[in-house]
């Protein structure tokens, strides 16, 4: 007998679980389909960025800075720590405590949400009277039926050819988040979000780290000002970075993992290390969803298309998230998962790619919204451009962290801010009054006569923005 509901949400990740619990308020009856399991069986709702993504990475990123703090920083507060020692099994752990926490609350807001959870993974059967068929094949096997469904599966890693991830030396995100010991040599291959994270967990603890990037510059996509002030500090930490360079054979053996590579001087190059990452992109993740069986369209890449509603080309079928174009970003997928759920019911929800904001938790933090400086001069955009060290805000010298700077760019004829970029402390947390103001389309001036707090990092945004009109107050 087929469980009826009005919306069907394949996969429990941002976009997905957003999507239902929105769906759900909207006075839809919703049923939510996962199949991410925990170390015990169980469900383990909040897919690659709650298990193994976005949250363990935070954890563990926050622990090695301790960690390198007690090492490197306490005595500069005249605070002295002798013999502090990393147990990377208790790290580990804790990392694994706070997954469990984001976990258990997503079951708890399907609960609260009226949505039905079944464990297991959803794929499509066939197209019935006004709507759909799904599977569930977990424990038990479900068949449920919906007037409309939503994929949000997701996005897996890519692998390199010929060096398929073991998750013992040859490293994916997963494997990088649950290393038991400090490696000796770790080697990273791509210097993205992942790369530089991840690199920098390990580094802190005690590795020699090697990156390899195969572009010829570091972070393109981010402003060259900023990625250039990022790489100058990740070079002053030890966090080895060659770029330009063509991969070529991976071996794992007994003893660790060789790279064999060619340098940017199109010089022979080898690499011994212990473990291995690598973080070169992520894939859709569409297999076992019997797109065929019910024509759904994936593109080239394997990513479901759909137009700029979310909508794909099956009435009634949705969808979200890394499983579709645009950046594979949790808060993307969240805010596709809410407007979509409005569309359903008449509403109009509404993403603006424009202004979301992207965030590497290293180090210094680098965080950016809106267009580079170098693609405003592609695009043959007058603008204005306005920056602000950390070096000149007093809070950033009371907490001992000054590298970096806040950078605006504005319209020339309307000061209308274009893109805002940061490269220093708590530049994630900094960035979200940039997307307000973006979004509102706030000029450079209207930032810049906004009262902000004395000290506060905040004031370095103010200053940036004053310095777009030549007027800084403290610099």
């Not at 170390?39 to 709650?50: E, V």
């Not at 076992?288 to 890449?301: Q, T």
């Not at 499983?323 to 998962?337: I, Q, S, T």
Request: net charge neutral; with cysteine; aromatic share 6%.
């Amino acid at each position: 007998m087929s469980k009826q509901f009005d919306v069907i949400v394949i996969g429990a990740g941002p976009g997905g679980y957003i999507a239902a619990i929105r769906a759900a308020q909207l006075g839809m009856n919703v049923a939510c389909i996962d199949e991410w399991k925990n170390a015990a069986g169980g469900a383990a709702p909040g897919g690659t960025c709650t298990n193994v993504g976005c949250i363990p990475s935070k954890a563990l990123l926050q622990s090695s800075e301790h960690f390198e703090h007690a090492n490197l920083h306490f005595a500069d507060h005249g605070i002295t720590a002798t013999g502090v020692k990393m147990d990377v099994a208790k790290m580990i752990a804790r990392k694994d405590n706070v997954v469990k926490q984001n976990n258990d609350g997503i079951l708890y807001l399907f609960k609260k949400n009226k949505v039905t959870f079944f464990h297991g993974r959803g794929s499509f059967v066939k197209a019935v009277d006004g709507g759909y068929e799904i599977k569930v094949t977990g424990k038990a096997e479900e068949t449920l039926t919906a007037k409309q469904v939503i994929v949000a599966t997701g996005s897996n890693a890519r692998a390199l050819p010929g060096a398929a991830f073991d998750e013992e030396q040859i490293l994916s995100n997963d494997g990088a988040l649950a290393i038991g010991s400090v490696p000796k040599k770790l080697g990273v291959i791509g210097s993205g979000v992942i790369g530089l994270e991840m690199g920098s967990v390990w580094r802190r603890l005690g590795a020699d780290v090697t990156i390899l990037e195969g572009l010829p510059t570091f972070l393109g996509a981010v402003d060259e000002q900023i990625a250039k002030e990022a790489k100058k500090a990740f070079d002053k930490q030890g966090l080895k970075i060659e770029l330009g360079v063509k991969i070529g054979e991976v071996k794992a053996g007994k003893k660790g993992v060789s790279i064999a590579y060619t340098n940017a001087k199109g010089e022979a190059q080898a690499l011994e290390v212990d473990k291995l990452i690598v973080s070169i992109g992520r894939v859709p993740n569409t297999t076992g969803l019997n797109a065929e069986g019910v024509g759904l369209k994936l593109d080239e890449r394997g990513a479901v298309v759909v137009d700029g509603d979310c909508k794909t080309n099956l009435p009634g079928v949705w969808a979200v998230g890394d499983v579709v174009r645009g950046p594979m970003l949790a808060h993307k997928a969240e805010e596709e998962g809410v407007a979509v759920a409005e569309r359903m019911a008449g509403q109009h929800g509404h993403v603006n790619f424009n202004t979301i904001p992207w965030v590497i938790y290293t180090s210094p933090e680098i965080a950016w919204v809106g267009r580079t400086e170098q693609q405003l001069k592609a695009d043959g955009v007058k603008y204005k451009a306005g920056t602000f060290p950390f070096l000149a805000n007093g809070r950033a010298r009371a907490l001992g962290d000054t590298t970096g700077m806040v950078k605006f760019l504005a319209d020339a004829a309307t000061d209308e801010i274009l893109g805002v970029h940061i490269v220093g402390p708590m530049a994630s947390e900094l960035i979200a009054e940039a997307v307000v103001a973006m979004e509102f389309k706030a000029s450079s001036e209207d930032i810049a006569r906004i009262c902000h707090a004395h000290p506060s990092l905040s004031e370095a945004t103010k200053e940036a923005a004053l310095a777009v009109d030549k007027r800084t107050l403290n610099f």
